[in-house]
């Protein structure tokens, strides 16, 4: 009978936990882990390793997209809309890059004027 995906992130949980109660390694559940930890140094360096590469895949598949977005004449941000000539973004993305640009410098200004 195949489990489904609840039981099994349930099951994970609770293992997690059950290693997290008792000091023990939460990945390979082996070793002993220092007080504030959850994984013992070879685990951490292994998932520091795997995010690191993951990392880079990331940033590189997201240069690829954009760069594949420009050459076809997208939006680089949304990939659906048709960009404006000369530009890289659709006028829809832009306005909302430019609004998000816009409150965050208030946001900004606002935190600074509460300092002084
Ligand atoms: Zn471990
Ligand atoms: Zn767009």
Request: hydrophobic letters at 20%; aromatic letters at 6%; a positive charge.
């Amino acid at each position: 009978m195949a489990r489904t995906k609840a039981e099994h992130s349930r099951e994970n949980k609770e293992r997690y936990n059950w290693y997290k109660e008792r000091g023990i390694c939460t990945t390979c559940g082996r070793t002993w882990v220092e007080p504030g930890h959850v994984r013992c140094k070879a685990c951490e360096a292994k998932i520091k390793v795997y995010h690191d590469r993951d990392r880079e895949q990331r940033k590189e598949r997201k240069a690829a997209r954009r760069q594949e977005r420009i050459a076809k004449g997208l939006c680089t941000e949304c990939g659906k809309r048709p960009a404006t000539e000369g530009m890289r973004m659709c006028p829809r993305c832009r306005a909302m890059r430019n609004d998000s640009t816009r409150k965050y410098k208030i946001h900004q200004k606002t935190l600074k004027g509460a300092k002084q």
